[in-house]
């Protein structure tokens, strides 16, 4: 059983334009989320990331919201670039353990 | 400061073969953690530790075994391995504890095929 979900494996936007990932996940107890943007043969780097306090925090270009009702957390990218073009992970946490649940992942491609 | 570092990069191995990955950070963080990322899987939790001396089985542990003898070391070993461990295979440590969630640093990554 999948905890968190991310239903779109991929995603193409017109550079300029605003780049929405989104992720579902299932259990009530996570309280801690991350976002991860992984180039091609390199390891993931941290994005953004948002306590369950909190339904929003922005990081310049880089906004996640947090739907803690619907379980539902997006990250919103304006305006995309090209170099944003990777793969994005959401990840969470919570319930008094150190691990991460992992994603699917979904990639992103800005076009010029 | 090298952050997070994996070795080796890429290894081809026969099924039955040992190995071991080495993984090292060098600041100083407490937490460290192996996961695998497969097609359309994710990034799934091998194993992970708490500290030196500590380990504790995650998502997926069958097969492999972990050893946390030094704080800046963690390493992963395949006693005999299987086909359907060829993945790439991520290291990542961190300094918090919860709930004062901290990220996660990547190393880049080792890429292993089992023939």
């Known amino acids: 059983d999948q905890q968190v979900k991310q239903n779109s494996p991929s995603l193409s936007v017109q550079e300029g334009r605003i780049s929405i990932l989104n992720c579902d996940y299932t259990n009530s107890m996570f309280d801690y989320f991350l976002w991860y943007k992984k180039y091609p043969a390199e390891g993931p780097t941290f994005l953004i990331s948002?306590?369950?306090?909190?339904d929003k925090n922005e990081d310049g270009r880089f906004t996640v919201f947090l739907n803690k009702s619907a379980k539902h957390l997006s990250l919103h990218i304006v305006p995309s670039q090209p170099g944003d073009s990777a793969v994005y992970f959401c990840a969470a946490s919570g319930g008094g353990t150190y691990k991460y649940i992992f994603g699917t992942g979904t990639r992103l491609k800005v076009l010029a | 400061n090298a952050g997070v570092t994996q070795t080796p990069k890429f290894r081809v191995l026969k099924t039955g073969q040992s190995m071991t990955l080495l993984c090292a950070q060098d600041m100083n963080h407490e937490y460290m953690y192996w996961y695998r990322q497969d097609p359309g899987m994710g990034l799934r939790l091998i194993h992970y530790s708490v500290g030196e001396g500590t380990t504790a089985k995650g998502e997926v542990p069958d097969g492999y075994n972990v050893s946390r003898l030094k704080k800046q070391n963690f390493l992963l070993g395949l006693e005999s391995a299987a086909p359907s461990q060829t993945s790439v295979y991520f290291c990542?440590?961190?300094?918090?504890?919860?709930?004062?969630?901290?990220?996660?640093?990547f190393g880049p990554g080792t890429r292993l095929l089992v023939l």
């Open positions: 990542a440590s961190s300094k918090g504890s919860y709930p004062y969630q901290e990220t996660q640093y």
């Open positions: 948002i306590s369950s306090i909190k």
